[in-house]
């Protein structure tokens, strides 16, 4: 990698890898949530994604104030078109790791149900049961994570270009 261009610090490698592995979890176990049919197991499962979901919510926001705090120099050569896109997608992908947690969670309340984490303790409750707001909730966790899983795509087949094709120091910077 060239000297003129600064990597990611560790603090925001360490946070970008176990957002993508929390992530990649939730996504495939709420979709096995879909399949499963009701009983003991499927409860087990929805009760472990509940609670990794909140604290994800927690990762997200550490991730974030890690992120903003130490901002990395563009590559060099990058078309200002290009940079815009990729922080489109960046800000697009961080909206959604603030929205998948809170509609999460909101979903759950406004269903009556509370969202507890590992039965150490319960996420305060911030709303009501509501049958017409759990619907809603349910409909913007389901529409965010199809846009994450989108995202996920784009983000990915954008660093594999960047590393195969255009053979810059983009992925390197994160690994």
């Known amino acids: ?4 261009v600064r990597s990611y ?5 360490i946070m970008h890898w176990l957002s993508a ?3 990649g979890g939730l996504l495939v176990s709420g979709l096995a949530l879909e399949e499963l049919s009701k009983g003991e197991f499927k409860t087990w499962v929805i009760g472990n994604h509940k609670a990794i979901g909140a604290l994800f919510l927690l990762i997200a926001l550490a991730r974030f104030a890690v992120r903003f705090s130490n901002p990395v120099d563009p590559l060099p050569g990058t078309e200002r078109k290009d940079y815009i896109k990729a922080k489109a997608l960046q800000g697009l992908m961080y909206v959604s790791m603030l929205v998948m947690p809170l509609s999460g969670i909101l979903m759950s309340q406004s269903g009556g149900r509370p969202v507890s984490v590992f039965g150490l303790f319960d996420v305060p409750t911030l709303i009501g049961e509501s ?4 619907e809603f909730f349910e409909g913007v966790h389901g529409l965010t994570a199809n846009a994450l899983i989108l995202l996920i ?3 990915v087949a954008a660093a594999l270009l960047h590393h195969f094709k255009m053979k810059d120091d983009t992925l390197r910077r994160m690994i």
């Open 9 to 13: 610090n560790k603090a925001s490698k």
């Open 131 to 134: 049958h017409g707001l759990h």
């Open 153 to 155: 795509v784009l983000h």
């Open 21 to 23: 592995l929390v992530i």
């Open 1 to 4: 990698m060239s000297s003129e």
